[in-house]
């Protein structure tokens, strides 16, 4: 584990200059420009202190991306993580937060030194693309209260809905007016100024500058943290077996969403940069960071596509980009603390909703739903729907079962197919077998035997039947399981006691196999096996034997 990981380090910084030391620098002060804003204001859509944002992209910068599994990835608080956080925060408090934070990180740590990376691409993309817009939706709605200035209750999207009809709806026009500017700024921003300074910091400048200037009576952040350990952190004392039941399911879910998230940003800055990323070394780094980021009043942290992608974009070289980004967010987290306290929470919540909506994958979704895929369109519905209504746990469950049964459906596909036997078309002079076949017939099966599609097995009975001969074709069969065997076990026993002569032509070693497993070869008698239908026709074969291993079905 630690000998590739120390040998990745080397073949990194092999070679390694002054030269490339400032583009590492420079990348990380363009990225800590990103990221400032972003950790600000995720930290509130979480429900906990803009400092906490700001600490956990400090940490994440020093610990995360030192332990990483790909120079490139930068890592912070996300939207992703948001929405679940919302919920915890409201129903276990800030140590709720702290203790979920914590557990994502050990079930992400497991993960990585049990290679377990690969999990993650069992999730169906139209599952991703729903829960993703799901948490957009819940993100957006999520700052109604700062972008209005008014004010709900409940614990989710549903709750606080109704409550406005309870506590009353009176957006206050100053508050809004500073958010609307922020979207409105952000949405005309020219693509191109984005490389020289993000939309995002530039639009909280003017706004904090414009309240600030005119005295305006609006909430704002409130005061940062002069220290990395807040007041309010995460306590050993804290660790209680019963706060880890009930929080041991949102853990998992920030645990899961969390190895997406960085998994897809990995992969897709590993195209950008040609450089593979280690998926289960990046998952201990995760792993490490988040059971540390709590201690210090952090919220959990992951690879972000938005920051890793502006890294490579500015140059960086090597891991040391993330710690600058690390250090250029300490340094403004201290200097620049006073000024940070004075930012309008309605700039930051402009700032998420614009997130928000560009957190949805357009292009998925359209192409989703311009193609007509039912069984995507369906993942990616339920998912986003039961984001929504349920939480994000629900919603991966429901999203992946479905997918399942989808993915059952379309393996399970079976073709069977008829064809009488004409013996002409052979140029057979046999007599004797010309007669044996004149009422024979062929039976193509192409596709799984197995449980899902015995009933189409069964039907065989049906089309074959006043035949005196049955001839299977199962080249095309993939797979036979006991239920596929036991369901062709009940048609020999009919062709039995009809009189039916049978033969299995062209089995794969696979379906093979499990007929010897079964018995059913001794049933069918072993000179009725044959590699192709055409060799079964030019023989003259004896009528089967009658044996039927019923010992056989019942050990399997």
Request: proline share 4%.
């Amino acid at each position: 584990m630690f000998r590739p990981f120390a040998n990745a380090l080397k073949r990194e910084f092999q070679g390694y200059s002054i030269a490339l030391l400032r583009k590492d620098i420079m990348a990380g002060v363009t990225v800590a420009a990103v990221a400032l804003p972003l950790a600000l204001a995720f930290a509130v859509s979480s429900g906990v202190d803009a400092s906490a944002g700001l600490i956990t992209a400090i940490l994440s910068g020093f610990i995360m991306s030192g332990l990483s599994g790909g120079y490139y990835q930068i890592s912070g608080p996300t939207g992703t993580m948001a929405a679940i956080l919302l919920t915890v925060g409201a129903r276990y408090g800030i140590q709720g937060v702290f203790m979920v934070t914590f557990l994502a990180g050990f079930w992400r740590l497991l993960a990585g030194i049990f290679r377990l990376g690969k999990l993650t691409s069992f999730i169906p993309a139209p599952v991703v693309t729903g829960f993703t817009s799901g948490i957009a939706i819940i993100i957006g709605f999520g700052q109604v209260d700062n972008f209005f200035g008014v004010h709900s209750e409940g614990v989710n999207i549903i709750e606080r809905f109704f409550s406005y009809g309870r506590l009353g709806f009176s957006p206050e026009v100053t508050v809004v007016c500073i958010g609307l500017f922020v979207i409105v700024f952000m949405m005309c921003f020219p693509a191109k100024w984005s490389a020289i300074v993000p939309s995002s910091l530039l639009a909280i400048v003017i706004a904090t500058a414009v309240s600030s200037a005119l005295g305006l009576d609006v909430a704002t952040v409130g005061a940062m943290p002069k220290t990395l350990i807040p007041e309010n952190h995460f306590m050993l004392s804290s660790i209680r077996l019963e706060f880890i039941k009930q929080l041991f399911l949102p853990s998992l879910s920030i645990a899961a969403l969390g190895m997406i998230e960085t998994l897809l940003c990995g992969a897709s800055a590993g195209q950008m940069t040609g450089v593979r990323l280690d998926r289960n070394q990046e998952l201990i780094a995760q792993g490490v960071g988040n059971m540390i980021i709590p201690f210090f009043g952090g919220i959990p942290a992951t690879a972000a596509l938005a920051r890793t992608s502006m890294a490579i974009k500015s140059g960086a070289q090597t891991r040391l980009t993330g710690v600058f980004h690390g250090v250029g967010l300490l340094i403004c987290m201290f200097g620049l603390g006073s000024l940070m306290a004075k930012i309008p929470l309605a700039a930051l919540a402009g700032v998420l909703m614009v997130t928000a909506w560009r957190m949805n994958d357009w292009e998925d979704i359209r192409y989703i739903f311009a193609h007509k895929f039912k069984g995507a369109t369906l993942e990616f519905v339920v998912t986003m729907a039961a984001t929504i209504i349920f939480d994000l746990t629900v919603a991966i469950l429901l999203g992946v079962l479905i997918g399942l049964l989808f993915l059952v459906t379309r393996l399970s596909r079976i073709e069977i197919h008829y064809e009488d036997v004409d013996m002409s078309r052979m140029s057979v002079t046999d007599s004797t077998l010309c007669q044996r076949y004149s009422n024979a017939i062929v039976v193509y099966i192409t596709g799984p035997v197995i449980f899902a599609n015995t009933e189409s097995v069964s039907d065989i009975a049906l089309h074959t039947k006043n035949r005196d001969t049955v001839l299977f074709s199962m080249r095309g069969v993939s797979n036979i399981d006991i239920s596929g065997v036991q369901t062709l076990m009940g048609l020999l026993e009919q062709y039995r006691r009809d009189g039916v002569d049978v033969a299995f032509c062209g089995l794969p070693e696979a379906a093979m196999s499990m007929m010897r497993r079964s018995g059913m070869d001794t049933m069918v008698g072993k000179e009725n096996f044959y590699w192709s239908v055409e060799r079964a026709l030019l023989t003259n074969r004896p009528a089967p034997p009658c044996t039927i291993p019923r010992t056989a079905i019942e050990d399997e």
